[in-house]
């Protein structure tokens, strides 16, 4: 018992300040990727062909990027030969309609809360139920360490519980496989109204890798209405717990609400 | 006769000797009796009858061996002689249309439908899609005999799979397993790279093994292409692949730790799984280690600033995992639940081929580090980490020994980083050829083989992730004890059902 309370005391307070402080993402970080399109030469085309999920269009619009389909990976970085695409370590991404992810230039429309009457009801207990519908457990992995001491979901009321019941809602995880499409429709089923759907990752937006592959459906809003997209692949940890804040209206201007 | 190779070795596909299917069986047979496991057992779904290939290892020996033979409908099942095969004869008939005749259990796998055209194991039509978990389920009849069902969602975060449990009031009978949940169709979408999205298929196959998983797939890549990664690269390789069996190692112990209740080393080991994730992070970017390992060597260097940063990082959360696995191992009440339950004996272990953890937790000295080592595995030996009770304990403290192997390999190699290039340039694939590739992940051998045609364009890519072995000794050391023990059994293996669906 005495060797607990040593190697506790060693191990120290470990929950950090996020959201009342700002925290210190990686150098190397891939956040929210930013373009500039005055740099592009005429005709060229080469981060769209080299975009492992075509999140890249280059038409009439300009050059776009479709953060829902993005994989974050180095591939357009390094196929562009002006440095016309680069990442900024701005791990806030989340948004609540599909097309808010399609990204021109640098602004990107962060997700609203949710409606007052909703937001009485989730905005200080939220409880989701997670459905991991195909991918690569990538997303599991950082969705599981939001409950650990260091992201601590739990001081903003925020839960993972155990049966869709007992839910508020659903996090989906994963493109929706062919072989999962029954189950997740089940799982929404069974959350009592009113409920919301986050997806989260890639493939839960837009299929990720295996975006039309006839094995999966593209992501959770072919099956479901979702309510937040968090893009990402997978998203760091503090991309879903801010995009989850956001929802719930407890951010304003990146700082905890007041 | 059988071709004998290196991991990672170029092969000319013509030389795999082609067998009929009594001999084939005969020489798959007689190397498992010698010692040797079937790391592969794959078909090539085709038009016409089926290629179907068997990789050999023998770790005593450290040979690998390819024998090859074609079927066109049916064959002996060789389930019964080598129960290793069962879960691979599954596969191949599921994917190819050929019956192994006699197998004890022939039933889907993924629940998905045949790639050959016209020929499908169950006799169902083109258009028939293959319903999820519906299949003639184990059942044991009497009374007091009680079924319980669970998933494909589960209570916690984690994927989807179906497990079917035969109690006799609170004691397991049986357990049955059946997956298929994840498969998003990578094997099929391998066919005719690699392209743009390969690499990405690869470091997603299990996305906790992105390591693992991506650097079997450019060695093969490395190996088909005549090019030799800097020495750099390959220490930078080796670093990633143990700071990811690090970060899972830590993980899996606080996940045990929870599920026995125990909650300080559970949340001590879910902070320091990150701190392990955030190393991998320092170097790439990612936490799960996106975008280092490329074809041709890696895709990040590190400057001093950054090594000196890991190694300080290194002996910061050492300390703190050594604390808190020490707490298990003093704990009497953990030790009271570790002990004896979900134990496997190394016969079995053997019989059913089991690798990785589960294989060392039982004595058996199988890790590809040692024994078919590759890259920078090839001059610095990390020794195997083994206990002998096959329990959860076993498990568990094998993971520990692991650690802490893993983390002098990693300390050792920051210290003596070799100067130079990380990236070597990467030409066409050879035409017509063949490799097999072997990384010890950190859930046990990952066994990429990969076929080109005559145009260097991959004819099949087969993935055999550590799970595809182990599901089955999951069920095994089930039986006989209590369902509430199911998920902390479960824990100490710790498979991958994406890894294993693909």
């Not at chain 2, 002990?339 to 081929?353: N, P, S």
Request: with cysteine; proline share 6%; hydrophobic share 40%.
């Amino acid at each position: 018992m005495f060797r607990n309370v040593v190697i506790r005391l060693q191990q120290g307070h470990r929950t950090i300040g996020f959201p009342k402080t700002e925290p210190t993402m990686p150098d190397r970080f891939r956040g929210r990727p930013v373009m500039d399109q005055s740099k592009c030469p005429v005709g060229c085309r080469d981060c769209a062909e080299a975009c492992p999920t075509d999140a890249i269009m280059i038409d009439g619009k300009g050059l776009r990027l479709d953060l829902g389909r993005c994989l974050f990976c180095t591939d357009c970085v390094e196929a562009c030969p002006e440095q016309a695409i680069r990442y900024t370590q701005d791990f806030r991404l989340a948004a609540r309609q599909r097309d808010d992810l399609i990204l021109s230039g640098e602004s990107l429309k962060l997700a609203e809360a949710l409606d007052k009457k909703t937001r009485r009801l989730f905005g200080r207990s939220l409880k989701l139920r997670q459905v991991s519908a195909g991918g690569c457990n990538g997303c599991e992995g950082d969705v599981n360490v939001l409950s650990t001491v260091v992201f601590d979901l739990g001081r903003f009321g925020i839960q993972v519980v155990a049966s869709p019941r007992h839910a508020d809602g659903l996090l989906i995880t994963g493109p929706v496989t062919g072989n999962m499409r029954l189950a997740v429709k089940k799982a929404y089923e069974a959350v009592p109204a009113p409920k919301i759907v986050i997806a989260v990752g890639a493939c839960a937006i837009a299929g990720g890798p295996y975006i039309n592959h006839p094995e999966q459906h593209n992501g959770a809003d072919s099956v479901v209405p979702v309510d937040l997209y968090i893009p990402g692949c997978p998203p760091h940890p503090l991309t879903i717990l801010d995009g989850l804040l956001r929802l719930l209206g407890r951010l304003e201007d990146g700082r905890p609400r007041s | 006769m059988t071709l004998p190779l290196h991991n990672g070795e170029l092969l000319d596909r013509a030389k795999i000797p082609q067998q009929n299917v009594a001999e084939f069986r005969q020489q798959v047979i007689a190397r498992v009796r010698e010692g040797a496991r079937v790391a592969a057992l794959f078909g090539l779904p085709g038009n016409g009858s089926v290629p179907v290939l068997a990789v050999l290892a023998n770790g005593v020996s450290g040979t690998l061996e390819l024998v090859g033979t074609e079927i066109s409908s049916e064959y002996p099942s060789l389930t019964r002689e080598v129960p290793q095969v069962h879960w691979f004869e599954r596969e191949i008939a599921e994917q190819c249309g050929v019956i192994p005749q006699g197998h004890p259990w022939l039933k889907p796998l993924r629940f998905v439908k045949s790639q050959r055209p016209g020929h499908d194991a169950w006799g169902r039509t083109a258009n028939e899609q293959p319903l999820i978990g519906v299949t003639n389920f184990y059942r044991v009849e009497g009374e007091e005999v009680h079924e319980v069902a669970v998933g494909p969602v589960h209570a916690g975060v984690i994927e989807p799979g179906h497990f079917r449990f035969q109690c006799h009031g609170e004691d397991v009978l049986h357990l049955e397993i059946s997956l298929g949940y994840q498969h998003r169709g990578v094997e099929r979408a391998l066919l005719g790279g690699p392209n743009k999205r390969t690499i990405h298929y690869m470091e997603t196959l299990a996305g906790d093994t992105t390591v693992g998983h991506a650097t079997a797939y450019c060695q093969a890549i490395e190996a088909l292409a005549g090019c030799k990664p800097p020495a750099r690269a390959q220490v930078l390789r080796g670093v990633a692949l143990e700071l990811e069996r690090l970060a899972n190692h830590t993980g899996d112990l606080g996940a045990l730790a929870g599920d026995v209740g125990y909650l300080p080393t559970q949340s001590f080991c879910g902070r320091l799984r990150g701190d392990f994730l955030n190393m991998t992070a320092l170097v790439c970017g990612s936490r799960f280690g996106r975008g280092l390992v490329r074809p041709g060597g890696v895709g990040f260097d590190v400057d001093e600033a950054c090594v000196g940063q890991l190694r300080e990082r290194l002996e910061q959360t050492l300390r703190d995992v050594t604390g808190a696995a020490n707490l298990l191992w003093d704990t009497s009440s953990v030790r009271g639940r570790f002990e004896r339950t979900g134990a496997l004996t190394a016969e079995t272990t053997r019989e059913i081929g089991l690798v990785g953890v589960a294989a060392r937790a039982c004595g058996l000295e199988r890790d590809v580090r040692q024994e078919f080592p590759s890259g920078i595995y090839q001059f610095v030996q990390i020794p195997v980490s083994t206990y002998h009770t096959g329990d959860v304990f076993a498990r568990a403290y094998v993971r520990w020994l692991e650690i802490q192997r893993s983390a002098a390999f990693v300390r050792e190699q920051l210290n003596a980083l070799p100067a130079g290039p990380v990236r070597a340039k990467v030409g066409p694939l050879t035409n017509n050829a063949a490799v097999v590739t072997m990384v010890e992940g950190w859930r046990g051998e990952i066994c990429h083989a990969a076929l080109t045609d005559g145009t260097g364009r991959f004819a099949r890519y087969k993935v055999v992730d550590p799970s595809f072995h182990n599901w089955f000794g999951l069920a095994l050391a089930l039986r006989n004890q209590q369902i509430s023990d199911f998920p902390l059994c479960n824990k100490s293996f710790n498979l991958s059902y994406c890894g294993h669906d693909l």
